[in-house]
């Protein structure tokens, strides 16, 4: 298959974590999508690693992959943070910034 | 010295006065020492501009000043223009203003030291003026000095005005005159343009030289008129001189008879040969004039106070001096303004002294005062002759020479009207004769102030009788001269018309005159004739007439129900559009944004959905513009 | 061929997937869901011959991610009794806007001369990716562990017990 391909099926799940941040309610529901759009995003970065002949995509994927990582325990311990200041997890109740 | 020099000796030393008794204030405030300083100036302004007459040899002489300047040359001069016409209204304007300033010190003496003072001060300042005026080499001084001589009327009109009436009429008077002034000074910007210089020499000879564009013309001398209209008081800008009569009686006989509101027959007379480029515009004039005059000789026959005939009387005469400018003989009106300015001040100076003795200004009040004041009554009957225009008086001449000008200029209505106003002219004047100083004194029944009155009822002291005297004498000096020699007073400027009236001419003005006379003298001396039966023959007239023809209420509604009008229509725009604007734009604003502060909901959420909005516009932008 | 047949099925699988980790109503299922369209994603990786990022992938997304987002939500209670609906207003506003956003990007992609086929590799893929992690990109690779360090407590520090 081509790197278009990939590319379109990279797109797609972006599309998918983009939609499932917009619309989800739990916050942990958001930082599904979140997790859905990294992934998209370094199956992008590797495509485009293998049909170029270089490496550095890879290892720029490694990367990702690692602070994503980091990402995902901030982002669940704010939650649980969260959680205990306000005993909700639903997205709505954060509006503290209302205008 | 030349005449230029004297005549403008004549025009500053008023002013000297003036500016003295402005700033030197105690002076002012001490009264008597005042009013003798300002006598001074007003002899020196006298014996001037006398010199100046006599040495008057032909030689128009200009002595003037660069006032505003321009490129080129300047746009205005100051100073003076002595020619024939100016120098002999200069000396009528010296001569009343001395002899009105010697008169008040006994007609004013009840009023306190500072009263006098301002009066003395105001007079002066007039003095100033109006030589100013007179004297005038362009028209930019000559509006200057008119709108100062509106400024003195009002402060002389309003002298007493703590006086409710007096302070109205000053403000009415000077309204009246200020709506005609707007006119003159159109008129004089609209000539400016046309022409180029304000220089009344320079306009002349581009007159005469025919190097005048005549478009337009009829127009500007229409404005200019417009100015004389409102100071001589033609229809319907007349309705001011009556009420002026509430000021003290000798500014009656200086600005009201003599003075100011010759200003405007003064102006016409200066510019004819202007006007006479524009025949349609003296047409206008002359048919005003008569009109006038009527008008004016109507109102006079039933009014119960004195100086209100005389007003109305000085009206009319204006109206026949305009009627002669009109038909294109401005030298006939002229001659008859220096004429009328001499016996109307006789007259108002001694209304004055009858007012002084009786009392009061009602002719009901007064009866048989030939008796108790004989000098009085004999210069008061010289001053009804000459107005009357009987031979050997001074009216006599200058009046024959309006109404043969009006034949001679074609103007066959405008004649007939001034017939009739000469019959009704005699037949008022000598009712007022005939009530005041002859007949029986009115019934005392128990009036209280009859006793107290009787003991006035005598000839005025030296102060006042001295310049009655003088203006009498000079009435009958003039008369005489005038009957037997011609009016030699005013030589005819070159190129002024010149007329010769019909033989019938003389016996019918004087015939009418006497019948006027003859009529009065049944009514009210022999009593052949019943007043009120006489009255009640012109029974609607008569009402119409006392009703002073609804021209005041008129100009009251109209003015009140437009100055409303405006008012209102400002205010709703000031409500409705200038705040409206603001209060809408202020309400939109606010709506704005609480409408947009929903978009602040506060949850990251949408401001996620917002960026990935914004990403999607700049991608879609992206594609199809780059591209 | 079989490499098409893969390719299909492992988009379908991905995709289908992550469709329903945003679309489940129960949130302890699409975190499952999650656990799959992860390992979908190595099985793209195994197509792309990146084995080592395939492992990578399965160790730390799939194994680690998924593990700490079940104890997260068990921290938090809300495991069972999500009947409700979970998804919020904007289902239609959303659904609109990533398909317009995939839409656009299809379109880029599509109008780009991309390359069909790939060259065989030559050199062993992991041993490469090694060597340029210790010496082109070691900067980087100790900044990473710094970075985990600091993720580490700071998330120590957060979910502290309350006291």
């Known amino acids: 298959m081509g790197l278009q391909a990939y590319l379109i099926l990279a797109a797609v799940v972006f599309g998918i974590g983009l939609f499932g941040v917009v619309t989800r309610r739990n916050t942990i529901g958001i930082l599904l999508g979140i997790e859905l759009m990294l992934n998209a995003v370094n199956i992008n970065l590797v495509a485009f690693a293998r049909f170029s002949g270089s490496e550095v995509g890879m290892v720029f994927t490694v990367f990702a992959i690692c602070i994503t990582v980091a990402e995902a325990a901030m982002g669940l311990a704010i939650v649980i943070l969260l959680f205990r200041v306000r005993r909700t997890v639903m997205a709505d109740h954060l509006d503290l910034l209302k205008g | 010295m030349d005449s230029g020099l004297l005549t403008l000796v004549a025009l500053l030393a008023p002013v000297a006065a003036f500016l003295v008794l402005a700033i030197v204030a105690p002076l002012r405030r001490a009264g008597r020492p005042g009013a003798y300083f300002s006598i001074l100036g007003a002899t020196v302004s006298l014996g001037a501009a006398v010199a100046a007459w006599r040495g008057y040899d032909g030689a128009i002489t200009r002595m003037v000043w660069d006032w505003l300047p321009s490129e080129g040359r300047p746009l205005a001069t100051i100073g003076v223009l002595a020619d024939e016409t100016s120098t002999v209204m200069l000396v009528l304007v010296a001569l009343v203003a001395f002899l009105v300033q010697v008169y008040s010190l006994s007609y004013l003496s009840d009023e306190p030291p500072q009263g006098l003072g301002r009066y003395y001060t105001y007079q002066s300042l007039f003095a100033f003026s109006m030589m100013g005026l007179v004297l005038a080499p362009n028209l930019l001084q000559l ?21 409710p009436e007096a302070a109205r009429a000053a403000v009415k008077a000077f309204w009246t005159t200020k709506a005609g002034d707007v006119g003159l000074l159109i008129g004089i910007v609209m000539l400016w343009k046309l022409a180029g210089t304000f220089d009344l020499g320079e306009l002349r000879a581009m007159a005469t030289g025919n190097e005048l564009p005549l478009a337009g013309l009829s127009i500007i001398t229409f404005c200019i008129y417009l100015g004389a209209m409102g100071k001589s008081a033609q229809f319907p800008l007349h309705v001011w001189l009556p009420d002026a009569m509430e000021g003290p009686t000798p500014v009656s006989a200086l600005i009201h008879a003599a003075t100011m509101v010759t200003a405007g027959v003064y102006l016409l007379h200066r510019t004819s040969w202007l006007f006479a480029l524009t025949p349609d515009v003296l047409l206008i004039i002359a048919w005003i004039g008569a009109f006038t005059a009527l008008l004016a000789a109507v109102l006079a026959c039933v009014q119960d106070d004195i100086k209100r005939v005389l007003a109305y009387s000085t009206v009319s005469q204006l109206g026949y001096m305009m009627a002669a400018i009109g038909a294109g003989f401005s030298t006939a009106g002229f001659f008859h303004l220096l004429t009328h300015g001499l016996f109307k001040a006789l007259l108002f100076l001694g209304a004055g002294a009858v007012i002084h003795a009786v009392g009061s200004n009602d002719l009901s009040r007064m009866g048989g005062l030939a008796r108790r004041m004989p000098q009085t009554a ?100 003039v008369g005489v001269y005038s009957t037997f020699i011609g009016p030699g007073l005013v030589a005819l400027p070159e190129g002024a018309a010149e007329h010769t009236a019909p033989g019938w001419l003389t016996p019918a003005a004087v015939g009418v005159a006497i019948a006027g006379i003859t009529l009065a003298w049944l009514t009210y001396q022999r009593r052949t004739i ?31 129900a437009g100055t409303l009008a405006f008012s209102s229509l400002v205010g709703w725009v000031d409500r409705y559009i200038v705040d409206g604007v603001l209060n809408v734009v202020s309400v939109w604003t606010v709506t704005t944004g609480d409408e947009m502060r929903t978009i602040q909901t506060g949850r990251a959420q949408d401001y996620v959905y917002g960026l990935a909005v914004g990403l999607l516009l700049l991608l879609v932008w992206a594609r199809w513009s780059l591209t | 061929m079989p490499e098409t047949i893969a390719f299909w099925s ?29 390992t979908g994603t190595a099985g793209v990786f195994l197509l792309l011959e990146a084995e080592f990022l395939a492992a990578v992938q399965l160790l730390l997304y799939a194994g680690g991610i998924v593990t700490i987002v079940v104890f997260a939500i068990v921290v938090t209670e809300r495991l069972v009794g999500e009947r409700i609906t979970q998804t919020s207003r904007r289902i239609t506003a959303g659904a609109v806007m990533a398909l317009a956003l995939i839409a656009l990007v299809v379109n880029a992609i599509s109008r780009q001369p991309l390359p069909t086929a790939r060259e ?26 710094v970075l985990m360090l600091a993720a580490m407590l700071g998330a120590v520090y957060f979910a502290r017990p309350e006291d």
């Open chain 2, 143 to 163: 509006f200057i000095c008119w709108e100062l001589v509106g400024l003195c009327s009002y402060l002389l009109i309003g002298y007493w005005y703590q006086k």
């Open chain 2, 378 to 477: 004999i210069v008061f009957i010289i001053g009804t002759l000459s107005l009357a225009g009987i031979p050997l008086f001074a009216g006599f001449l200058s009046k024959e020479e309006i109404l043969g000008s009006v034949w001679a200029g074609g103007l066959v209505g405008p004649f007939l009207l001034l017939m009739l106003v000469a019959f009704l002219t005699a037949f008022y004047m000598f009712r007022v004769v005939f009530l005041a100083f002859f007949g029986t004194a009115p019934a005392a029944a128990g009036h209280h102030e009859s006793a107290h009155h009787g003991a006035h009822e005598h000839d005025p002291p030296m102060p006042m009788l001295l310049p009655l005297w003088i203006l009498a004498l000079l009435s009958l000096a």
């Open chain 2, 530 to 560: 019943n007043a009120a039966s006489l009255a009640s023959m012109f029974g609607p007239i008569r009402h119409a007439a006392l009703a002073k023809f609804w021209i005041d209420d008129l100009f009251e509604r109209v003015l009140a």
């Open chain 3, 10 to 38: 492992l988009a379908v699988v991905l995709v289908g997937s992550a469709l329903a980790v945003v679309l489940s109503k129960n949130l302890f299922h699409s975190v499952l869901w999650l656990a799959l369209a992860l």
């Open chain 3, 120 to 145: 065989p590799l030559t050199t062993d893929l992991t041993r490469t990716i090694g060597e340029s992690v210790l010496t082109r990109f070691v900067l980087p690779f100790e900044l990473l562990g």
